[in-house]
């Protein structure tokens, strides 16, 4: 039974120029795998304080891509090209998170003029009127309040109430008593 399921399913060795079953000749994969590696850990790595806790994240976003290709050499070029591939699926989700993460640094994520127009704007916003009083509550004024309320009848807008009218239907129940 199993030549039938061979010839079924071809499961050849060969992808491009590399044979998947033995370790790659040349230094592209293992490049690739380090380099893939050192971008992803770089874009989830956080920026630290703890001068203790920064060298060993340090150590780390340099060691473990360079282990890694260091080993890409002696294991079959098809666990590599898995490796590139997973780490290009993970570069590419974390962007699509978080952004560049710690690829960028804190000062060139923000453009420069956004801030100024920022305060100027909150500025604007907070500026008082120069005939402005603060009297501490607030008061309508009894001219006003009587145009706005024989124009629509009732209350003025600026002081009416808004109940919440209980529902009523099939999905609405009754109080218990």
Known sequence: SWPSVFSLVPLG?????????????FLFLPI????????????VTPVSADPRQATQGRMMLWM??????????????GLALYWIVSNIFTIVIQYRATGWGGLVSATAQKPDGRD???????????????????????ITDAEVAQKESS??????????VIRRQPKSGKGHRHKRR
């Open 64 to 77: 473990m891509p360079i282990m890694f290709a260091f080993l890409t050499l002696q294991f079959p070029s």
């Open 151 to 160: 124009a629509r009848g009732g209350y003025p807008a600026s002081i009416k």
């Open 116 to 138: 100024k127009k920022y305060v100027k704007r909150i500025t604007q916003v907070e500026e008082k009127p120069v005939d402005y009083t603060d009297v501490g509550a607030d």
């Open 13 to 25: 060795s060969d992808f491009l120029w590399l044979d998947l079953a033995i370790p790659d000749r």
């Open 32 to 43: 690739l795998v380090g380099g893939t590696m050192w971008l992803q850990q770089k874009m």
